[in-house]
């Protein structure tokens, strides 16, 4: 069975810092890999995917993911952080053939001034 | 563009009272999937349906039961409402194809059911 392990349910970078929330995936088959952002009083809204082909994933508002197959890795990057990045980031897996996502436990991002 | 509309946004009810909350699916969308968040928790799966049938079952109660119908809105119909029960449940679309995500979920905006 697929898994997803989000290390860290905080961080906390300063307004243009490097943002870096890390993800690590465990599954039997090539996953499809999701970051989600979830705002306060929002549903969760897609960040970005990878499902095949180019490994490095660029995403809305300056977000980018790279899938590393060796290390078992989708971390997601931001080279400077706004303070409108604040949210609850969600790594998240899903099998080629099963429509069921799998959700990481989530990672509350904090921008300091 | 039309996103996924869920109903009510707020519902509070007692326990073991009913509760029945209703999504409407990106228009052409043919899967809801529904999820529960409880506070300061991650979203779980808890049913999925294509094509007005269920395709996958997750941690759902059996105390909760949910449907597609043919216009592809969903309901989800919680029963002998518990504390527990107290989240965000979240419904969400996307156009399944084979099993493939051709396209991410869209999730509607939740509805935060508090049992009191």
């Known amino acids: 069975a697929q898994s997803v392990t989000q290390l860290g349910s905080h961080v906390s970078v300063s307004e243009g810092a490097l943002v870096l929330l890390r993800c690590n995936y465990s599954?039997?088959?090539?996953?499809?890999l999701f970051w989600y952002v979830q705002y306060p009083n929002q549903g969760l809204q897609l960040l970005l995917k990878y499902t095949t082909g180019a490994t490095l994933v660029k995403g809305i508002n300056g977000f980018e993911a790279e899938f590393k197959k060796s290390e078992t890795s989708f971390h997601l990057t931001k080279p400077s952080a706004h303070m409108s990045d604040a949210a609850e980031y969600f790594c998240a897996v899903s099998l080629n053939r099963d429509d069921k996502i799998i959700f990481g436990k989530g990672t509350r991002l904090h921008i300091l001034p | 563009a039309a996103g996924v509309i869920q109903s009510p946004r707020h519902l509070i009810k007692e326990k073991r009272e009913t509760a029945t909350l209703k999504c409407y699916p990106i228009p052409r969308h043919d899967t809801v999937y529904w999820y529960q968040q409880g506070p300061g928790q991650d979203p779980q799966f808890l049913i999925s349906?294509?094509?007005?049938?269920?395709?996958d079952k997750g941690s759902i109660p059996d105390r909760f039961s949910a449907q597609q119908f043919s216009d592809y809105h969903s309901e989800l119909n919680m029963s002998s409402l518990e504390l527990g029960d107290s989240a965000l449940y979240f419904c969400a679309s996307s156009l399944s194809s084979w099993g493939r995500h051709n396209s991410p979920l869209h999730f509607g905006n939740g509805t935060r059911l508090t049992v009191t």
């Open positions: 349906f294509y094509e007005k049938m269920q395709s």
């Open positions: 599954s039997s088959v090539p996953p499809y």
